[in-house]
């Protein structure tokens, strides 16, 4: 593989393919109360670091990589058991609760440990910031399955350049800081106004 995809542009992709394609093809960003909350909680975890805790030794923003699959990045933590076993630990701001995008980013790095250590990873944590509780996730082989195709959209998606359409759900998109840059009420309008364009003429049916 030519050039190896983020393991953001995965949790991105989850979230909302457009998305993904303004920041890793547009390389457009914005910062919004969340995108700013997120720095701050990372900003305990950038830079590395080497310790231990009860046994555990923790590796601070250690960099992973899968050559299988073409991806690389960069865990906010990586705790290694007794055994050698190692574990991720991606932090989040905001209170604990299950979503899907995390669990992908968190699932993708354990393929990267997997296969930088050649040992099983059974499961991965997400560190909620706001609660300072942790979620444990499972790897699944759904969970693989899905992170793996993933990858092979996200790499279709950057190597044929297109902007995909802007998500139907206006939850997500309030969410987002790329609102403004993404315009999806425009986009909306101007399909819909196509749309009506190429039925205008014609014929009714009687």
């Known amino acids: 593989m030519d050039e190896t995809i983020p393991l953001s542009a995965l949790q991105h992709y989850s979230y909302c ?12 960003f914005a910062e919004n109360i969340f995108t700013l909350r997120g720095q701050r909680v990372h900003e305990r975890v950038d830079e590395p670091d080497t310790r231990c805790e009860k046994g555990v030794r923790i590796e601070q923003a250690l960099p992973l990589f899968c050559d299988r699959l073409g991806l690389s990045g960069k865990a906010d933590i990586v705790e290694f058991s007794p055994d050698g076993t190692p574990r991720p630990v991606e932090y989040k701001h905001g209170p604990r609760r299950k979503k899907e995008h995390d669990d992908i980013q968190v699932a993708a790095q354990i ?3 997997e296969e930088m250590f050649g ?9 909620h910031h706001s609660s300072r509780r942790r979620r444990l996730v499972p790897i699944t082989p759904e969970l693989r399955a899905k992170v793996e195709r993933l990858a092979e959209e996200v790499r279709g998606m950057l190597e044929c350049g297109r902007l995909p359409p802007p998500a139907t759900d206006a ?4 969410g987002c800081s790329l609102k403004d ?7 909306g309008a101007d399909a819909a106004i196509e749309e009506a364009a190429e039925s205008l003429f014609e014929p009714e049916n009687y």
């Open 17 to 28: 393919p457009r998305q993904c394609a303004l920041i890793h093809q547009e390389q457009t």
């Open 111 to 113: 393929l990267c440990l």
């Open 119 to 127: 040992r099983q990873v059974p499961e991965g944590v997400v560190f």
């Open 171 to 174: 939850a997500l998109c309030r």
């Open 181 to 187: 840059a993404c315009q999806p009420e425009m986009v």
